[in-house]
């Protein structure tokens, strides 16, 4: 009676009640509501990753027997190459000559590709390349990068450094042709240089890999190595055509390795976060499951209370 007026309306105070009343129940349940669509969202896009992330691992397992296999393969162009240099005894030339008057000129060409994913496979490239630079300050570094990702990390600290820059190479598996283009744009554009490396990720088993270099001399270092003199006919133009050669084996070799790594590295990150993603998925199965039951006893306790007050 105190509630209703004589006109047979609620009064301001019980319209303040009911209101306030209703409006803890209606925030109540539009909170626990929220909460389970939230869950229930993360749920699904958290399915949706697994999925990805299980493709994306079977594409990378199908990906790297092919790498691994035509690696195999392409292990005679590296280590042809590499054999001659230690037989010949050839050595930079301060080593041979002494210390240089002019700044000497280097070469870094770092391999790595444009797509992600793939663990710390493009960081530690770039972390060799940095450490050389830093090593030895007084050289003029050319840096010869091989992929957009390895391109967009030393942009930031070594831009004046970089002279070439390829990408797409080897966006399917790396081939001869791309080894050659990049090897005449090394030389044309750079010249005559003291050496180079090629700073590459050597392929050791499925779920480890190392950051390996291989030196590149020139046409002037080879010559006045001392096993050089043992080889008939050896002449400027055959020693030319030699490094063409030689610095294209050596980088179809390097790419082949670190195709190899990428590979394997994608398919073990791949599948560290598919296991990822199965132990969220039963994590946020079980919360939503607590959550709704909790939704579900509450209300049933206000029904009980409810209709214990009614009576």
Not at 80 to 89: I, K, L, R, V
């Amino acid at each position: 009676k105190n509630l209703i007026n004589r006109f047979g309306m609620f009064t301001s105070g019980a319209l303040q009640g009911i209101t306030r009343m209703t409006s803890t129940g209606l925030i109540l349940q539009t909170r626990n509501m929220a909460t389970l669509k939230d869950i229930s969202l993360r749920l699904k896009s958290v399915k949706n990753i697994l999925k990805i992330t299980s493709s994306m691992k079977m594409i990378a397992a199908a990906r790297f027997a092919k790498a691994d296999k035509e690696l195999k393969q392409s292990l005679t162009f590296g280590k042809g190459s590499m054999t001659f240099y230690e037989q010949a005894d050839v050595k930079p030339l301060e080593a041979v000559e002494g210390e240089q008057k002019k700044k000497p000129v280097k070469v870094i060409v770092a391999l790595s590709s444009d797509r992600g994913l793939c663990g710390a496979i493009h960081s530690s490239i770039a972390k060799a390349a940095r450490a050389e630079i830093a090593k030895h300050p007084e050289v003029d570094w050319k840096l010869v990068i091989v992929g957009d990702k390895l391109r967009g990390q030393l942009q930031r600290t070594h831009a004046s450094n970089i002279l070439l820059s390829f990408k797409e190479v080897g966006k399917q598996m790396p081939s001869y042709g791309e080894a050659s283009l990049v090897a005449s744009q090394i030389i044309d554009q750079i010249g005559d240089f003291e050496i180079g490396y090629i700073l590459y990720n050597r392929f050791k088993s499925v779920v480890s890999y190392a950051q390996d270099r291989i030196p590149v001399y020139n046409t002037t270092t080879m010559a006045k190595a001392q096993g050089t003199a043992v080889y008939d006919s050896v002449d400027e133009f055959v020693l030319q055509n030699y490094q063409e050669v030689s610095l294209t084996n050596l980088i179809y070799y390097a790419m082949k390795q670190a195709s190899c790594s990428e590979h394997s590295s994608r398919m073990t990150a791949m599948g560290n976060a598919s296991k990822n993603a199965e132990e969220m998925i039963d994590k946020l199965t079980i919360k939503f499951n607590r959550t709704r039951q909790a939704v579900i006893t509450t209300e049933l306790s206000e029904i009980i209370s409810g209709a214990v007050a009614i009576e």
